[in-house]
């Protein structure tokens, strides 16, 4: 496509349920990133995959959360038994030949109630 | 661990040139990227430096000195819709390594 493409846009949840959140990046980038960006905050990595390597996990912040990359294309990010602190925009990027310059797409909001 | 400091706020005159700085103390560096993000809006991508010197894109330009760790993004006749959060990365080594962000800069410009 045209720019990365996240779903859904926002989304609400109750605490202790599990979410998926979608992410299709530019096509034939080989590199795709999720961060994480709580209100007002930087952004914090959490996983990154490159082309058909094992993905590298270390920011994830526990182990409710994982994500794959299916077919080297569209990713999700599943976190699981949700807590009030996951709630925050997850954004997702992807690259080609990187010099510092990610396409990242419009996130999506995750609220925790 | 990895320490990007940047300004949290700068308020400057529409018109007017404004430089944010950007510190970093990291584990390795290969370059310092930019991005813009306008509020609900997605980071968009600025400039990259990964040479010493000042690069220029219009009315952005961003400077880099690698021995003292730290660089700028200078702005340049403000406009309104300049307003917005600005970010630097840094980029650890040469592969397609996470880029590492500070927390940004929040530039008002006002009339």
């Known amino acids: 496509g045209a720019g990365v493409s996240q779903s859904p846009s926002n989304k609400v949840t109750e605490k202790g349920k599990d979410v998926e959140l979608r992410c299709d990046p530019i096509s034939g980038h080989t590199a795709l990133y999720w961060y994480r960006q709580s209100l007002g905050q930087g952004l914090e990595f959490l996983i990154y995959?490159?082309?058909?390597?094992?993905?590298?996990k270390s920011g994830l912040p526990s182990d409710r959360f994982s994500a794959e990359r299916t077919g080297g294309s569209v990713s999700t990010l599943t976190i699981q038994r949700t807590q009030q602190e996951d709630s925050a925009v997850y954004l997702c990027a992807s690259s080609l030949a990187t010099r510092g310059g990610y396409t990242f797409g419009s996130g999506t909001r995750l609220t925790v109630v | 661990g990895q320490s990007l400091e940047q300004p949290s706020e700068v308020t400057a005159v529409e018109g007017a040139i404004v430089q944010i700085n950007c510190t970093y103390q990291t584990s390795g560096f290969y370059g310092l990227s930019w991005y813009q993000q306008h509020d609900g809006g997605a980071p968009t991508f600025l400039s990259y430096?990964?040479?010493?010197g000042l690069e220029e894109t219009g009315r952005f330009s961003s400077f880099l000195s690698r021995s003292d760790s730290y660089g700028y993004l200078l702005l340049q006749e403000l406009q309104m819709k300049d307003s917005a959060s600005y970010f630097c990365?840094?980029?650890?080594?040469?592969?397609?390594?996470?880029?590492?962000f500070g927390k940004g800069t929040r530039l008002s410009v006002i009339a």
């Open positions: 430096n990964a040479l010493d």
């Open positions: 990365a840094v980029l650890l080594d040469s592969g397609n390594t996470p880029l590492v």
């Open positions: 995959f490159q082309g058909n390597s094992a993905p590298d």
